[in-house]
């Protein structure tokens, strides 16, 4: 028996790094998996790689149509959503005074609007059900700032906010909404962001109690718990999955 057997669950960005490993720890653990990427390619690989009932879609999370298409497309497969996973993410970093505006937007549209899009077409469905769990990936940046991702951090920021606005508003339907927030984690747009500098790396995994980045299944397994009805009576809360790097 697995902690979400019969359920139906969307994960965005979910064609590599955290997404990915978040979408093959749901279906571990019984969902069946509805694996969505902008990068369709990589959301239909990741499907066949987790196999049973799991789809892959392609889907733009800052397109309100793109994401009320797929949305649309899932309810009428399966009849029911449980649980969406807000993971899709992007940053770039530079100083904010070195910023471009342009980068702005693609940093917010994605982060923010993102969640608030895929947000707004499920969570009807899960009102009508008198049932269901958000869970929205944030990070430190948005609790406790980061150098060189200001706009990023903001947008973080912001879907912290909008975890705990949310959750107040669907308790009444017994929804329950959260947000984790990764630290540094092994990932490919880790990498990107840094760049493949080693002393950086070596830097921040010494500034973490743990020793460690985070690895993607560390998220993974707050988002199953989270997503699970154990977590059932938890709601507006966020967690750091970050080797202790920070603490509340």
């Excluded at 960005?13 to 749901?26: F, H, P, S």
């Excluded at 449980?82 to 940093?107: E, Q, Y």
């Excluded at 109690?209 to 699970?228: E, G, I, K, T, W």
């Amino acid at each position: 028996m697995g902690k979400l057997d019969n359920k139906v669950a969307i994960v965005t960005g979910a064609g590599q790094g955290i997404g990915r490993a978040i979408a093959e720890k749901l279906a571990a653990e019984g969902a069946t998996v509805v694996v969505t990427d902008i990068n369709e390619s990589t959301a239909k690989e990741t499907a066949v790689a987790i196999g049973g009932e799991a789809v892959g879609m392609h889907t733009d999370v800052t397109s309100h149509e793109s994401v009320d298409v797929m949305v649309a497309q899932v309810k009428r497969r399966f009849g029911r959503i449980d649980v969406l996973v807000n993971n899709a993410g992007w940053d770039k970093a530079s100083p904010f005074l070195n910023s471009d505006p342009t980068d702005w937007d693609r940093v917010i549209q994605i982060n923010l609007y993102g969640v608030l899009n895929t947000s707004k077409a499920v969570l009807p469905i899960m009102a009508e059900q008198g049932s269901g769990s958000v869970v929205n990936l944030g990070s430190d940046a948005g609790r406790v700032g980061s150098s060189g991702e200001a706009v990023y951090s903001a947008a973080k920021g912001a879907v912290i906010a909008f975890t705990k606005a949310t959750a107040r508003e669907m308790a009444r339907y017994q929804v329950n909404i959260n947000c984790v927030c990764p630290g540094p984690t092994d990932t490919a747009l880790f990498a990107s962001v840094v760049g493949d500098t080693p002393k950086l790396r070596a830097a921040l995994t010494k500034a973490i109690p743990f020793r460690r980045l985070a690895r993607p299944s560390d998220l993974a397994n707050a988002v199953a718990f989270y997503a699970s009805d154990e977590a059932g009576f938890i709601t507006g809360q966020t967690v750091s999955v970050s080797g202790g790097l920070t603490m509340s």
